[in-house]
C-alpha cells in the first residue's frame, strides 16, 4: 500500500514570498490533514478535511495560509506572503473516516524562510 | 494552553533496559490516547493507543499505562532496542472533537548499545 505523498521535501525562500506544498493521501482515506511542526514542538493541525468539504480550520491563518483539496484526493497548501516564523516542517496526514483517529503521515516538507 | 504536556524533552537508557515516556493532559473530555514514533526526515508513524475505559494496552515490546484521575499516561518499551531510538510523540483526542489530535512536544529517546 502506497503511503501518504508529499513534495517537495525541502524549500527555501524569501520572506514575503509565496510557497505551495502537495499531498497525495492514501488511496480510500477520506479525511485529509495538514500539520505544522515548528523545531521543539509536536505537530500543530492547521486544517483538515473531510472528502473535499472543509471541517476545521479554526487554526489556520487565513490572511496568508490558504488550501484546497479539490476533488476530495490530494490537496495543496499555500503561504502568501511567507513570515520567518512561518519555518517548519509542514506535514500532510490522510486517515480513514468513522472514528479511526490513526492517522498515516507523509514525510513532511520542511520550510526554511529566510 | 498546553493540553498535552510532555515535560522530559530527552530520555537515554542502556539497551536491554526498560524505557519509561511520561505524558500528562489537562482536558478531561480526552478519551483516546496515542503514541507516535518519529525517525529524523520521516513523518510520525502511529505506534501503540489506549481508549479510556482501558488503563493497560500491550504490543509486543510497548505498553501504554493510563491513570484517568492523574490524567497521566505513560509508554514502557521493554527491552530497548537501539532501533527505538526516536522522537516520541503522546497524542489526545475526544469524541467531541471530530477526532482531532493533540500533541505534546515530543521526548527524545536513545538507546545506547
Known amino acids: 500500500e502506497a503511503g501518504v505523498a508529499q513534495s517537495p521535501r525541502y524549500k527555501i525562500i524569501e520572506k514575503r514570498q509565496s510557497v505551495a506544498f502537495w499531498c497525495n493521501p492514501i488511496?480510500?482515506?477520506?479525511?485529509l490533514y495538514w500539520y505544522q511542526q515548528i523545531l521543539g514542538q509536536g505537530p500543530k493541525l492547521l486544517i483538515q478535511?473531510?472528502?473535499?468539504?472543509?471541517?476545521?480550520d479554526s487554526q489556520l491563518p487565513k490572511d496568508r495560509f490558504s488550501a484546497e483539496r479539490l476533488k476530495g484526493v490530494d490537496s495543496t497548501l499555500k503561504i502568501q506572503p511567507a513570515k520567518l516564523e512561518d519555518s517548519a516542517v509542514y506535514l500532510c496526514?490522510?486517515?480513514?473516516?468513522?472514528?479511526?483517529?490513526?492517522?498515516?503521515f507523509g514525510s513532511g516538507t520542511q520550510l526554511s524562510v529566510l | 494552553d498546553q493540553q498535552v504536556k510532555q515535560n522530559s524533552p530527552s530520555l537515554s537508557v542502556q539497551e536491554g533496559r526498560i524505557s519509561i515516556l511520561n505524558c500528562d493532559y489537562t482536558?478531561?473530555?480526552?478519551?483516546?490516547f496515542l503514541w507516535y514514533k518519529k525517525y529524523p526526515a520521516e513523518g510520525p508513524t502511529f505506534l501503540i493507543s489506549?481508549?479510556?475505559?482501558?488503563d493497560k494496552n500491550e504490543d509486543g515490546r510497548f505498553t501504554v499505562f493510563l491513570n484517568k484521575s492523574a490524567k497521566h499516561l505513560s509508554l514502557h518499551i521493554v527491552p530497548s532496542q537501539p532501533g527505538d531510538s526516536a522522537v516520541y510523540f503522546c497524542?489526545?483526542?475526544?469524541?467531541?472533537?471530530?477526532?482531532?489530535?493533540?500533541f505534546g512536544s515530543g521526548t527524545q529517546l536513545t538507546v545506547l548499545p
Open positions: 496526514a490522510s486517515s480513514n473516516w468513522g472514528g479511526n483517529e490513526k492517522l498515516f
Open positions: 488511496s480510500g482515506h477520506a479525511t
Open positions: 478535511f473531510q472528502n473535499n468539504g472543509v471541517v476545521d
Open positions: 482536558n478531561s473530555m480526552f478519551d483516546y
Open positions: 489506549i481508549s479510556s475505559i482501558k
Open positions: 497524542a489526545a483526542t475526544s469524541s467531541g472533537s471530530a477526532r482531532q489530535l493533540t
